[in-house]
C-alpha cells in the first residue's frame, strides 16, 4: 500500500488574491518517482489519491497488468487541497469560494516542481478530475505528453454551473447537507434509462421504491465518509472549469498545448453533454493534428467512466501499451 506523501506551498497566493500555506498530499503507486514514465491521475469529486491497490478506486483500470500497468508506470496521484482525505488540507481552506480549477492546477504545477518532475508522460482525470486536467495543460503547455480528459470539458456550462447551484444551495440550506445534496448529485450522475433498467419501479417494501432505497443508502453512504467542507469546495472547483479565462477564446488557448489530447466522452452524460466534447474535438482539430475523441455507449450517463471499463480500457490501450520507445525516451531524458 502507497502511504500518503506530504508537499509545504507557503504563501500561495490565490486567483482572488487570499494568501495561506497549502499543505498538499499525494500518493505514488507502481515504479518509483524517478524511474520511469509517469502517470498523474486526477480524482473526481469525491475521490481522492488512493488510486489503485486496496481500496483503490480505480482498480479495474490501474494495476499489475492492467490497462495503465503499475510494473510500467510511476503512477502518481495528488489529493485536491480540501477533499479531506487527509485529515489536514480541509482545515487550510476557511472559505471554499476562495479556490478556483486553476488553482488547483497550480497548486498541482508547483507540487511537480517541489518533486522535480518537469514532464509527464500522461495525464488522465474523469470529471471535475479532467477539467484539472485541461487546466494543468494550459497553464504549463509543454508538460504533459499524453492529455486524456474523460466525461469533462474544458470549461463549466450554463448547465453545469446550474446544478452546482443548486448544489450548493442544498449543501448552505438543508437539514441533511451531505445526503441531500448526494441524492440530488446521483440523478445526474445516471439518467432515467439507467434507473429504468436497475429499478423498473420496483419497491423494497409497501412504503419504499427501490430507486428510494438507493438514494438513501448513497446519501447515508457519502455521510460517513465525506465532509461539508470538502463537498462545498468540489463543489466550488466544479463550478469554476474554464481554461480560456483572462487568457483569450478557447483556441487561442488550447492550440498552444502541445499535448496530444485524447477526449473521451460518454453518449448518454447529463452532466458533461457529449455535444460539448464533439464540438470542442471538431474546432481544435482544425488547428492541431494530435487530437483525437471516443464516446462512451452506455444507458448510465455520467458514472459510465467508472461503470464500463471494458471501452474505457480499449480506447487507453493504444496509449499506454508499453513501447521500447516510450521506456527509450524517458531513459533517454533522465540520462
Known amino acids: 500500500m502507497s ?36 502517470i498523474l491521475v486526477n480524482h473526481a469529486l469525491t475521490g481522492n489519491s488512493n488510486v489503485t491497490g486496496e481500496n483503490g478506486w480505480w482498480n ?30 480541509q482545515n487550510l481552506i476557511e472559505n471554499y469560494k476562495d479556490f478556483t480549477a486553476r488553482d488547483i492546477a497550480n497548486i498541482f504545477a508547483q507540487g511537480l516542481k517541489l518533486l522535480h518532475i518537469d514532464k509527464l508522460f ?41 446544478n452546482c447551484h443548486i448544489q450548493d444551495a442544498i449543501l448552505n440550506n438543508s437539514s441533511r447537507p451531505l445526503a441531500d445534496a448526494r441524492m440530488h448529485a446521483m440523478t445526474l450522475y445516471r439518467t432515467p434509462e439507467s434507473l429504468t433498467d436497475k429499478f423498473s419501479r420496483t419497491k423494497r417494501n409497501a412504503e419504499l421504491f427501490n430507486i428510494e432505497s438507493w438514494l438513501n443508502h448513497h446519501g447515508k453512504t457519502l455521510k460517513n465518509r465525506f465532509s461539508i467542507s470538502a463537498y462545498k469546495t468540489m463543489n ?14 478557447f483556441l487561442e488557448v488550447a492550440s498552444k498545448i502541445s499535448s496530444s489530447i485524447h477526449i473521451i466522452t460518454i453518449n448518454s452524460d447529463l452532466f458533461f453533454k457529449p455535444e460539448e466534447n464533439w464540438n470542442t474535438y471538431v474546432e481544435l482539430k482544425g488547428a492541431k493534428d494530435n487530437v483525437t475523441i471516443h464516446e462512451i455507449k452506455s444507458i448510465h450517463g455520467h458514472d459510465a467512466f467508472l461503470i464500463e471499463y471494458d471501452q474505457l480500457s480499449r480506447f487507453l490501450k493504444p496509449i499506454f501499451k508499453t513501447q521500447a520507445s516510450v521506456l527509450h525516451n524517458f531513459s533517454k531524458h533522465v540520462a
Do not use: M
Open 122 to 162: 500522461a495525464v488522465i482525470g474523469g470529471s471535475v478530475g479532467g477539467g484539472i486536467a485541461w487546466e494543468l495543460a494550459a497553464l504549463q503547455p509543454n508538460l504533459i505528453e499524453h492529455l486524456i480528459p474523460i466525461a469533462t470539458d474544458w470549461k463549466s456550462t450554463d448547465w453545469l454551473i446550474a
Open 3 to 38: 502511504h500518503l506523501k506530504y508537499i509545504i506551498i507557503p504563501n500561495y497566493k490565490t486567483q482572488n488574491g487570499k494568501t495561506l500555506d497549502i499543505s498538499l498530499s499525494y500518493q505514488v503507486f507502481g515504479v518509483a518517482l524517478g524511474e520511469a514514465p509517469i
Open 236 to 249: 466550488q472547483i466544479l463550478r469554476t472549469i474554464d481554461i480560456t479565462e483572462n487568457r483569450g477564446d
Open 60 to 89: 479495474d483500470l490501474i494495476g499489475d497488468k492492467k490497462c495503465i500497468d503499475t510494473n510500467d508506470y510511476t503512477i502518481l496521484a495528488f489529493n485536491i487541497p480540501g477533499n479531506g482525505y487527509d485529515n489536514v488540507s
